[in-house]
């Protein structure tokens, strides 16, 4: 187990040194400089999950009106940054995951 934990700690230190989390805690830091703007990301961030994850018949128009209405939301450069290098990051860790989960052979 000692030996899985090292390589756990160095890929922890590898993505803490990376360029995309560099640059996610850089985009971080210039939303907390905007009072309020951390709160207003994360209920857009909930709303699309919530949207993302539905099976509403009316899943479509929901979609457009989300998107009419955080439209100006979005073009906001500080959001727009931090929304592109969040997911980035969030496709890193992804991809992490399924390395792992599909390398190793679980009966699940």
Not at 41 to 54: A, D, M, P, T, V
Request: overall charge negative; hydrophobic content about 35%; glycine content about 2%.
């Amino acid at each position: 187990m000692d030996t899985i934990n090292d390589k756990v700690e160095e890929l922890v230190s590898a993505i803490q040194e990376s360029t995309e989390y560099q640059n996610f805690q850089e985009a971080e830091r210039e939303v907390r400089k905007v009072p309020g703007l951390a709160e207003k990301i994360r209920e857009f961030c909930w709303k699309n999950y919530e949207l993302q994850n539905s099976d509403a018949d009316d899943l479509y128009e929901r979609l457009e009106e989300f998107s009419a209405q955080y439209k100006d939301f979005r073009r906001n450069p500080v959001v727009e940054r931090y929304l592109e290098h969040e997911l980035r990051m969030c496709r890193i860790l992804q991809e992490i995951h399924a390395r792992l989960a599909g390398s190793v052979d679980l009966m699940i």
